[in-house]
């Protein structure tokens, strides 16, 4: 027999992955019985449904977590820009003070408007005063 013929005959075979895959099949048959698959996989579904279920749970609390202590910063950062700005923050809601920081950028002086970007985070390199204002009402979402 030519070498030509063992080459196609090795390339029919399964090898590589599917040799594994093959291998694996033929150890849970010898394992657990034809009788139990069906059980063995039901209850793989069911671990693997609740290890989704606890990812997405930790995924929830992390976000939840994070965005909680964003908000609670920006409110800071907002209540400290409107200070610069002269604004009384005594009882306001972040919503109005929102409000009263866009109305007044427009009138504040410079150098104020450079303190609120930077409290704010509303910078870009090489913004202009007018830039530096569009950013704060931008990051403000009035």
Known sequence: MPLADYL?????LPGGF???ILLII????LLFGPQKLPELARS???AWGELRRGRMEIERQIR???GAQDTKDF???LRDSARELGIDTVGKRDSDLRLEVA???D???DDKVILVSRLLNATEAGANLSRLRELIIKTLGT
Not at 26 to 29: E, G, S, V
């Open 26 to 29: 033929i150890a849970i048959l």
């Open 75 to 77: 409110g800071t950062r």
């Open 8 to 12: 196609r005959i090795g390339a029919q």
């Open 107 to 109: 009138t504040a002086p």
């Open 18 to 20: 599917e040799l594994i």
């Open 44 to 46: 793989l579904g069911k």
């Open 64 to 66: 939840d977590e994070f």
């Open 103 to 105: 109305r007044r950028i």
